[in-house]
């Protein structure tokens, strides 16, 4: 597989935009934003659903190492849903929930627990469509490994350590672990590494250097057609099925074909679809809210474009009213692709041309 670093700084604005008040929008906001032409800026978010979001803290932000916006222990505390987040998720109750900046990256991670759920935890393999990774490139992989392993972080890569693979800038050292809840992350460390350090020979302030997702697909094709006819990105297909030994071992997997294509958003985020070639496959379906889904939360302008392609292109709309909601001075729109992966649209008004 060729994963490679983002190098965007990561849009902060854009993540806590789900905090923001509801309020009165302007008609000229209003007009900005409805005859804006479709335009894809950003994958910025990636959102996970665990059963206890202690967890969540301890493995992102206390082992990785990923800084919170704000102290994620301020964010334990449950909070009544709003009438915003029941139009995208579709239930009530109670939800927390925090952030995650990723350095050098543009999206963040943001663990959401809800009190409405009830699917019961699933635990997909690699193989599985709707399965994904967050792949984090780092910069010492052993040693983040270690503070991983006596956390009692579980490691999926055959034999327990780092394996050398080739991707699309050389070679890198990979490892692939699970978080408390089952989501996987995969580790890559390039070789040779880039540039780096912090002032007067100093180590860097963070292990991580850069990130991006890997979802697996049912159907490469199938999957393509939606990120291309939808949101309008290009995307780079592999060269075919390949059975490469130590990307099998990074995996955890043995006798494994597999195809790595690439979704390239603007600047450097991109999303990996990744098929593998085997009758052992199952593809999971939780609910919105249940652990085991994944929220990819993409910033876009025009979404009333936007909205007119889902409608020419029978997407699925997980929105409750079935149309872009305004919340505050922003739009939102849920989508789920073909591999029950949902795509959240966002969308804030431009700033006024002085």
């Known amino acids: 597989m060729r994963f490679t670093p983002a190098k965007a700084i990561i849009s902060v604005l854009a993540l806590c935009a789900l905090f923001l008040p509801i309020v009165v929008t302007n008609t000229n906001a209003q007009a900005t934003l409805q005859s804006a032409p479709g335009q894809t800026l950003s994958l910025i978010g990636y959102m996970i659903v665990p059963d206890a979001l202690e967890k969540s803290v301890e493995f992102y932000s206390h082992l990785l190492g990923l800084q919170a916006a704000g102290d994620p222990r301020s964010r334990l505390k449950w909070y009544a849903v709003v009438p915003f987040l029941t139009e995208m998720y579709g239930v009530k109750g109670n939800a927390r929930n925090f952030t995650l900046r990723i350095p050098g990256a543009d999206m963040g991670v943001e663990p959401m627990q809800w009190s409405a759920s009830t699917g019961k935890p699933l635990q997909p393999r690699l193989q599985d469509p709707g399965a994904s990774q967050l792949v984090l ?145 199952k593809a999971i379906r939780p609910g919105i809210v249940d652990q085991g889904a994944v929220v990819l939360r993409v910033q876009v302008r025009g979404m009333d474009a936007f909205f007119d392609k889902v409608k020419t292109t029978q997407t699925s709309i997980m929105s409750v009213s079935g149309a872009p909601y305004l919340n505050g001075r922003t739009r939102w729109l849920m989508l789920r692709d073909p591999n029950n992966i949902y795509v959240q649209l966002m969308e804030q008004p431009q700033a006024p041309t002085p």
Not at 178 to 206: C, K, M
């Open 137 to 281: 490139t780092v910069n010492d992989i052993d040693e983040l490994l270690m503070w991983l392993t006596k956390g009692g972080v579980k490691v999926v890569t055959s034999g327990g350590k780092p394996v050398t693979v080739s991707n699309a800038n050389g070679k890198a050292r990979v490892v692939v672990v699970q978080d408390f809840h089952g989501y996987y992350v995969r580790l890559v460390e390039p070789i040779p590494l880039p540039p780096g350090g912090g002032a007067n020979g100093a180590p860097t302030a963070s292990y991580i250097i850069g990130g991006n997702v890997a979802i697996t697909v049912q159907d490469t094709e199938k999957t393509a057609r939606f990120y291309q006819d939808v949101l309008g990105l290009k995307v780079q297909f592999g060269d075919g099925f390949q059975a490469d030994p130590n990307e099998e071992a990074a995996l955890g997997m043995k006798g494994a074909q597999y195809r790595d294509s690439t979704v390239l958003f603007p600047g450097n985020s991109q999303l990996h679809l990744i098929e593998f070639k085997s009758s052992d496959r």
